[in-house]
């Protein structure tokens, strides 16, 4: 990590910083998974008003932390659910400040051992990505604003990056864009406003933070704070690839085309072949969990989907076919658990908003089914699973 605030003060012959900008970093454990949590902040306003704001932020989510890493049952959370609670105990926090103290930030959560990276942007910077020497941003868009803003303006969305072998992110504050080139003959300060320059920073500096910052000091002055985190995963680790696993994906493929083409008997037959074996290539848990809940096999369905949830966690419709199968099963809490995942990376997904609310029709919570199915209905209300519901719950 990078921290330079850009205020310098002396106090008692020593030299100190005071600023508003914030990173912080800490390994936890959610459901015996080891994750690395992380926060790049910035608070708006200038040196005092700005530290306040830092220190305020440092203080919640440290206390977060270390209420998760004593917590029993904070650590009995999904990712997606400890950053929704996180992040929404950071919000209630600055409202309070009616509008006075507003926070921009990213924050995430890292899994060691496959890289796959949960965070929330709250109008920050774009996280940045390094992946064979080329830079690019991971996001496009802005979804949410700045904690501390009344009404949670913006829908609250667990963003998901899946990290390859080698892969760098870049994460910071706007101070990183913020550099002045130079002053026009009136005095004019120029101050850098395209945010791709920080891109070429990052080539320049071949992905690591002590050849950013000087890329970036070559290029100008700061004008403001400035901080950033990098967070690698698996550098110069070379992992063999596991061929033994490549033939269940083969036969997995073959399997799945045999469904499409209707020869369903010879699809069955080769999954059962399948499901004998006693490990498996994680695509072919997937294309047989697929075709089992095709055939209403839920029993078996079940502990693949729970598999590919584990062994794939990028594929968000995984976590809707898990909460459908165990919907079935009549498992209707941890169906309910699964379709809240699903909704918070995917607010916007029809079949699961459905099937969450026939998950809580079922367990006699009639005002949220009603909430989420009116929330379906407003996105999509010709779509077939909206109108298979209202016709039933009508019936």
């Known amino acids: 990590m990078v921290e330079r605030q850009k205020k310098k003060f002396t106090f008692r012959g020593r030299n100190s910083e005071i600023g508003g900008d914030l990173n912080l970093a800490q390994d936890i454990q959610l459901y015996g998974r080891n994750y690395t949590a992380f926060l790049n902040g910035d608070a708006m ?15 919640v989510f440290r206390s977060i932390l270390n209420r998760t890493l004593q917590s029993s049952q904070m650590q009995q959370r999904h990712p997606e659910q400890w950053l929704k609670q996180s992040f929404l105990e950071l919000q209630d926090t600055f409202v309070t400040f009616d509008g006075s103290m507003l926070i921009s930030l990213v924050m995430g959560l890292v899994e060691e ?56 992110l870049i994460i910071g504050s706007d101070g990183r864009d913020d550099i002045l080139l130079g002053h026009e003959e009136n005095g004019t300060r120029i101050i850098n406003e ?77 999954v059962d072949e399948l499901m004998k074996q006693d490990r498996l290539h994680p695509e072919a848990v997937r294309a047989v969990a697929r075709i089992c809940i095709r055939e209403k096999q ?81 996105i999509n209300p010709d779509h077939d699973h909206v109108k298979q519901y209202m016709a039933a719950v009508q019936r």
Not at 45 to 59: D, E, H, N, P
Not at 215 to 230: K, N, P, S, V
């Open 45 to 59: 306003g200038k040196s005092i008003q700005g530290a306040g704001g830092a220190l305020v932020l440092g203080t």
């Open 113 to 168: 051992s496959t890289g796959l990276v949960y965070y929330i942007n709250a109008e920050h910077p774009w996280v940045a990505l390094y992946r064979n020497g080329k830079a690019s941003f991971i996001e496009d868009d802005l979804s949410l604003r700045k904690i501390g803003v009344e009404g949670l303006n913006g829908q609250l969305i667990i963003k998901t990056f899946a990290m390859q072998p080698e892969d760098v």
């Open 194 to 270: 395209d945010e791709q320059q920080f891109l070429r920073r990052i080539e320049d500096g071949r992905g690591r933070l002590e050849g950013i910052e000087q890329a970036i000091l070559a290029q100008g002055e700061l004008t403001d704070d400035f901080t950033l985190i990098r967070i690698s995963y698996r550098e110069g680790i070379h992992e063999p690839e596991e061929t033994d696993l490549n033939h269940s994906k083969q036969e997995a493929a073959r399997a799945k085309a045999l469904y499409k083409e209707g020869r369903r008997s010879e699809a069955l037959k080769l």
């Open 298 to 378: 839920f029993d078996r369905a079940r502990d693949l989907c729970l598999r590919v949830t584990e062994e794939l966690p990028t594929d968000s419709n995984f976590l809707y076919y898990t909460s459908y199968v165990l919907k079935h099963l009549q498992e209707y809490e941890a169906a309910a658990d699964f379709g809240e995942r699903c909704r918070l990376r995917e607010p916007q997904n029809v079949q699961n908003l459905v099937n969450l609310a026939d998950i809580y029709r079922l367990m006699g919570n009639e005002q949220r089914a009603e909430m989420l199915i009116d929330l379906a209905r407003n």
